[in-house]
């Protein structure tokens, strides 16, 4: 079991559904991460908080909206999405923003109809 | 510059047999070099890092063989076993003021009864 926990770990939406993806660590880590992985391929890096606060956003469409409400839980809500956003969306926190390890959580598989 | 490459896309190996994969990289600022270890359907998880100022590092049957000079460092999986059948990944950070992970295209391991 990871101690970066994710929910849920499947979800089928449409196109015009709004839906949460919701990310939660309990390790004190004060850095948190969203990654994109699509099949047979390396994680792709979306959105970092540090603190709490948004610090490095890799030109991810606005359709993806990062939320951290407190150190211990990321959010990333979806609105509108398209088939080509189907993939594994992965959750990974660290002890600092430039501090390494990054820990993985298990992922949420997303599927777009 | 920012680019980790890694070989070979896929490995087959024979039970008790030796796995090597390999990954270069180019940004003599990456201080961090980290293995990632994913099963299907699960997250990448951490199996064994290195930082420059070690040649190799040995954890279990896991060892990580590191060359400054050739910008090049390498998993070793010693008695290989069918458990040990996953994507593996390297990475590299440590560029500039962030602490993004570089991570390679990944490497298919198969190991056969």
């Known amino acids: 079991d990871t101690e970066v926990t994710q929910t849920p770990k499947h979800l089928v939406m449409g196109m015009t559904n709004k839906k949460s993806l919701k990310c939660e660590q309990h390790?004190?880590?004060?850095?948190m991460y969203w990654y994109k992985q699509k099949a047979k391929k390396p994680p792709e890096l979306m959105f970092v908080?540090?603190?709490?606060?948004?610090?490095i956003n890799e030109s991810v469409p606005s359709r993806f909206s990062p939320e951290c409400p407190n150190s211990s839980l990321l959010n990333l809500h979806l609105h509108a999405l398209q088939p080509e956003d189907s993939a594994l969306y992965l959750c990974?926190?660290?002890?600092?923003?430039?501090?390494?390890?990054?820990?993985f959580g298990d992922g949420t598989r997303l599927s777009i109809l | 510059q920012q680019q980790v490459k890694q070989s070979p896309q896929s490995l087959i190996v024979q039970k008790g047999g030796i796995s090597i994969i390999n990954c270069a990289y180019e940004?003599?600022?990456?201080?961090?070099f980290p293995w990632y270890q994913q099963f299907p359907g699960k997250g990448p998880a951490l199996l064994i890092a290195?930082?420059?100022?070690?040649s190799e590092k040995k954890e279990g049957r896991f060892t990580i063989s590191f060359n400054k000079s050739a910008k090049q460092f390498s998993l070793h999986i010693m008695d290989s076993q069918p458990g040990d059948s996953a994507t593996y990944f390297c990475?590299?950070?440590?560029?500039?003021?962030?602490?993004?992970?570089?991570f390679g295209t990944g490497t298919l391991l198969a190991v056969q009864p």
């Open positions: 990974a926190s660290s002890q600092g923003f430039r501090v390494q390890p990054q820990h």
């Open positions: 390790m004190g880590h004060r850095a």
């Open positions: 908080y540090s603190y709490e606060k948004l610090s």
């Open positions: 940004n003599t600022a990456f201080d961090y």
């Open positions: 290195i930082r420059p100022d070690v």
């Open positions: 990475a590299a950070s440590g560029d500039g003021a962030t602490n993004k992970l570089i």
